[in-house]
């Protein structure tokens, strides 16, 4: 009596796997079904074909995948070209100081109201990801130690990409990544 029994459930569940397998294989629509073997044998296992590409009447619809986050310029050489807007607040209720920079094959264009654009395009054209710091991984280690009160945001396009960062001096990883874009953040970002 066990053995009937346990080819019974046996095949009831080859039965249910050869149902699914359309469902599951490349190229034949249906969705994944989300059950897996503990799913009910609902109706997909007593209804007739669904025609390809059409889900069957007991499949779940899927959520779409999350759209991917815009990818960072790459570091390295770029091809200097930018445009962007500078807002350095050099600490709490002092005014802030505004720049323009305009840069053609790293090179300042005549639009540029920055004190160092020369210094600026080309550290751009060295490092086209140079105004997209990583953001701060929880396992990455920063020093405790304060720069300063500064603040300053940049937003544009470099090099077709667009920019919008925002820097300030509170710890020692965002230290580093204001040094690094400190030709870029002018004589008003300086320590």
């Known amino acids: 009596m066990f ?12 039965l249910l796997a050869a149902a699914l397998l359309p469902a599951c294989s490349p190229g034949q629509g249906g ?26 009447a007991d499949a779940e619809t899927s959520v779409p995948a999350p759209a991917p986050e815009p990818s960072p310029a790459p570091s390295g050489p770029g091809k200097g070209n930018a445009e962007l807007a500078i807002i350095v607040v050099p600490a709490e209720g002092e005014p802030e100081t505004s720049y323009t920079l305009v840069c053609a094959d ?8 920055h004190p160092a654009a020369d210094a600026a395009c080309a550290a ?52 580093s990544a204001w040094d690094a874009a400190k030709d870029v953040l002018g004589a008003a970002g300086g320590a």
């Open 3 to 14: 053995s009937t029994r346990r080819i019974q459930v046996q095949s009831l569940a080859l």
């Open 31 to 56: 969705s994944t079904p989300t059950g897996g073997p503990s799913a009910s044998p609902s109706s997909s296992a007593t209804s007739s074909p669904q025609p390809s590409g059409s889900p069957s």
């Open 124 to 175: 751009l054209k060295e490092n086209a990801g140079l105004l997209s710091p990583s953001a701060p991984a929880t396992d990455r280690a920063c020093t405790e130690q304060y720069g300063g009160p500064q603040k300053a945001t940049v937003t544009g396009v470099v090099d077709g990409v667009p920019v919008d960062a925002a820097f300030s001096r509170t710890n020692g990883c965002e230290i």
């Open 106 to 113: 790293g090179v300042p264009a005549a639009e540029s109201v």
